[in-house]
């Protein structure tokens, strides 16, 4: 049974910095693209950051330069590095796995993604 589990979620201000964790059982982790999304209370999901099986990476625009991807296959394991964090980033983030033959395949579609986490509630105040 596949499992990812996202961890490191909380209440924050504005201006600081979390990292998230999304830990992955039941799958071969290194045969599947990563990606996490987030969804606000009222909103559409929507795409934050991915990985693919070469490490490339792959961010909406509205977090480059301050949210970081990356992935340890040894630890099956994703991690989501945010700073510069705003009140608007409030949301639950999930992660999602994409099986792939290939390397540098990175999707920011959510229709991609066959596996998905409960989430993790980021809530950042002003």
């Known amino acids: 049974q596949v499992q990812l589990v996202e961890s490191g979620g909380g209440l924050v201000q504005a201006g600081g910095s979390l990292r998230l964790s999304c830990a992955a059982s039941g799958l071969t982790f290194d045969m599947y693209a990563m990606g996490w999304f987030r969804q606000a209370l009222g909103k559409e999901r929507e795409f934050v950051a991915a990985i693919s099986r070469g490490h490339g990476e792959h961010y909406a625009d509205f977090v480059k330069g301050r949210f970081s991807i990356a992935r340890d296959n040894a630890k099956n394991t994703v991690y989501l590095q945010m700073n510069s964090l705003k009140p608007e980033d409030t949301a639950v983030y999930h992660c999602?796995?994409?099986?792939?033959?290939?390397?540098?395949?990175?999707?920011?579609?959510?229709?991609?993604?066959?596996?998905w986490g409960q989430g993790t509630q980021v809530t950042v105040s002003s």
């Open positions: 999602a796995a994409d099986r792939t033959t290939t390397l540098g395949r990175i999707s920011g579609s959510p229709y991609d993604y066959e596996y």
